[in-house]
């Protein structure tokens, strides 16, 4: 498939994250770059939560979103030089299948994140909607994966940047722009900012049924970025509410971890600074 991928698109940017980090903003945000015109949706999801084989990997790549209509055509129909970008969840990811989309990509891999508390206790919400369940297995909050992945980038010398969606939060255009000379793009203002677009269908009925029957009627993974109109500021936190959640679902221990990766990760040199310092709100000691 990389053959074939490499025919059409010029660019190809691949977006990988753990859950409820604010991914979908970054790739709304590069979906308004001339230069990407088609994505491709979680691509390994029916690999991770219906056993599907490499055949539904195929499909997905073969049958791209076009960005403009939101209509789903066959890559026969791609112009020639076009743009794309695949965006994935880390932990649908096998080492051998991160290996496969890193070699699709033609940029550096983006991984975005944020704060694990405030991921992990937003995929609670999202879980107890879809199936009342007030936990959820820990790889599945995609911290270990993101941090693996990053780590091997890191040995054999795999090109990436970081993006900490906070930092986006705190300066849309600076880290906009910083991101775009990271992966490559030509400069372009006001990417950050774009029209709702609630009825759009990022994953296909079937494939989102796999994890919840809840999600061919209403997807609420997308639901409030879809209908968002650019990259907002994060509302104020209540930390004692978080914390009080995590440890009611049995993962504090697991986040206590997260957080300790996620710092070493403020660090990397491959995260995109933000020009505006990011002030942090933490729980009073």
Known sequence: MRTELAGVYDTRVA?????RTGSTAVARLLWQHPA????????????????HGPDSVTSCLANPMEIATGGRVT???????????????SFQLSAEQFDTLAGLASAPLVFVMCDPRLSATSRLRIVCELSGSDTFPPFESGWPSLYEQIESCRRRGIPYALVDSDDLRADP??????LTAAIGLPPMPGLEAWAPRPGLQLCSPEV????????RRDDPFYR????????QPREQVDWDREDAMLAAAGLAGDVATWLSHYEQLRSDPALVAATVPLVRVEQAS
């Open 15 to 19: 977006l990988i994250s753990p859950p």
């Open 208 to 215: 989102g049924a796999l994890m919840s029957e809840v999600r």
């Open 36 to 51: 990407i015109t088609h994505h491709c949706h979680e691509p390994f999801e029916a690999c991770y939560w219906g056993s």
């Open 224 to 231: 409030k970025v879809l209908g968002s109109t650019g990259i």
């Open 173 to 178: 255009p600076g880290v906009t722009a910083a």
């Open 75 to 89: 890559l026969a129909d791609v112009p020639h030089g076009s743009g794309l970008l695949i965006k994935e969840m």
